[in-house]
């Protein structure tokens, strides 16, 4: 026999080793482990998680947090234009509207007047 | 014992004997299929478990139009080809990953796959068929797995991938074909 016939009849016997194959047997436990996954899904972290780990929504996710935080320095840079002169101005604003004297500071107890 | 109409209507109610009956009664059938086509015994268990979870959640747009039981195939094969191809997506990632230089450098190395139903004295040989399976196109792989594992008729396989008799003859067709070649690609290599 040569070698062509040899390989023609190994090739028609490995497409023959199917024929009369049986059918795989599923884990008997199939059921439980089903109800299980089930009463875990109810929960519905393990839908949240799944879908947060899809890769395109963690991309998705990435991406806004990283606009997030660059609209934020790009805000706090053109932000600081914008503070008045005198920083303790706000200080006054405060100290006005809880009307107390603004030319007593906490530490100038000689000089306070009883109102 | 009660008939497959009233166990679907049952389980439509969300019965839980019904659905532990159901899953009884066709997690072989199910688990098989899969097995076939993922030839992996994990992933088919998990995905077995994919499957019954579906036929719990959809089994209310189940009307009846086909058998039960190609409706179940139908989402057996759909899930497991779309695994295969959710695997490729992570597999090619993975190479571009390794390009780039950022892990997945490590080359999976996928055992032989050796299906428990073969008889001994196939086993090597049916190993080898079980590989040049592996690189048929999805609709080839599906229509062999159904006929050849589950013994499905032509017609069985047409209404499951819901196609005609006359293609699925096609696909079987093609389906040996290539395989022809590829077994003949893989003697040649090992009859040198």
């Given at each position: 026999m040569t070698s062509r016939e040899k390989i023609q009849q190994e090739i028609e016997s490995t497409l023959q080793s199917l024929d009369g194959v049986k059918r795989a047997e599923a884990n008997p436990f199939l059921f439980t482990r089903i109800k299980a996954r089930m009463n875990k899904k109810a929960n519905g972290w393990e839908d949240a998680f799944s879908f947060i780990s899809r890769p395109i929504i963690a991309v998705a996710i990435l991406v806004i947090v990283m606009a997030v935080n660059g609209w934020a320095l790009w805000d706090s840079g053109s932000a600081?234009?914008?503070?008045?002169?005198?920083?303790t101005a706000s200080f006054s604003e405060l100290a006005n509207e809880y009307n107390t004297v603004a030319s007593v500071n906490n530490y100038d107890y000689e000089n306070m007047t009883n109102e | 014992m009660i008939n497959e109409t009233e166990l679907i209507e049952r389980l439509k109610l969300g019965d839980d004997v019904a659905f532990k009956t159901i899953v009884e009664q066709w997690q072989d059938m199910v688990y098989n299929t899969i097995l076939g086509i993922v030839q992996n015994e994990t992933e088919a268990e998990d995905l077995a478990q994919d499957v019954f979870i579906k036929v719990f959640e959809k089994?209310?747009?189940?009307?009846?139009?086909?058998k039960f039981s190609t409706w179940l195939y139908r989402i057996a094969t759909t899930t497991a080809l779309d695994h295969l191809r959710s695997k490729k997506r992570k597999k090619r990632f993975g190479f571009l990953q390794s390009l780039t230089g950022d892990?997945?450098?490590e080359k999976e190395q996928i055992p032989d796959f050796h299906h428990p139903g073969v008889n001994l004295d196939n086993k090597e040989r049916a190993t080898v068929l079980f590989k040049a399976i592996e690189s048929l196109p999805d609709n080839q792989k599906a229509a062999y797995t159904l006929h050849?594992?589950?013994?499905?008729?032509y017609r069985d396989v047409s209404e499951v991938l819901n196609t005609t008799v006359s293609a699925v003859e096609s696909l079987m067709s093609r389906a040996n074909q290539n395989l022809r070649k590829q077994l003949e690609e893989y003697y040649n290599r090992h009859y040198r």
């Open positions: 600081g234009t914008g503070i008045t002169a005198d920083p | 089994v209310s747009t189940f009307k009846g139009d086909s892990g997945g450098d050849k594992l589950e013994g499905l008729s």
